[in-house]
């Protein structure tokens, strides 16, 4: 069997660096949310953040090294979504997203509105609600996050 590169899908229990967020339907709660009277992106359609590079590059570099650990990891678009069932809308809106979640891209837009550099890293899990908890084992999105913040610390 050959060792060399090869096509895997990003699935339940992988780990995901993403390279930027994105919202789908979630401009009239984050008006609510936040107490606001026009969401904070233009035109409705909302804008896609992407990660600070810096923190990316450390992520990326980190994951690298941490193969035998957290296994194979996956780079891409997040996507946060209402969580109002329409999951299957969202690689329509998004073609070559990797993941949907409830909160990255609210936390990046504060982030961004205070000059904060953002950098979200994730588990995959299921969508489905029938989907098992996941194993306590797996926790390669922690390790990664600690390790960028100890390569952080260190500059300190």
């Known amino acids: 069997a050959s060792q060399g590169p090869r096509y895997v899908g990003a699935g339940p229990g ?13 401009q009239i709660k984050m008006r609510d949310a936040l107490s606001i009277a026009e969401p904070p992106f233009p035109n409705d359609g909302g804008m896609i953040i992407p990660a600070d590079p810096e923190l990316y590059r450390l ?10 650990e ?3 990891f996956f780079e891409g678009m ?17 073609p070559g997203a990797l993941a949907a979640d409830d909160t990255a891209y609210v936390m990046a837009l504060i982030g961004l509105s205070r000059g904060v550099p953002c950098l979200v890293i994730q588990s995959l899990a299921e969508i489905t609600p029938q989907a098992p908890p ?14 960028v913040a100890e390569i952080l610390c260190r500059r300190w």
Do not use: Q, W
């Not at 997040?78 to 809106?93: C, K, L």
């Open 70 to 72: 957290i296994g194979v």
């Open 134 to 147: 996941a194993h306590p084992a797996r926790n390669e999105a922690c390790r990664l996050a600690v390790k």
């Open 78 to 94: 997040t996507v946060t979504r209402d969580g109002d069932g329409m999951d299957a809308e969202i690689p329509t809106a998004f």
């Open 14 to 26: 992988n780990l995901l660096i993403a390279t930027s967020v994105a919202p789908f339907r979630i």
């Open 59 to 68: 992520a990326h570099e980190s994951a690298a090294t941490m193969l035998d």
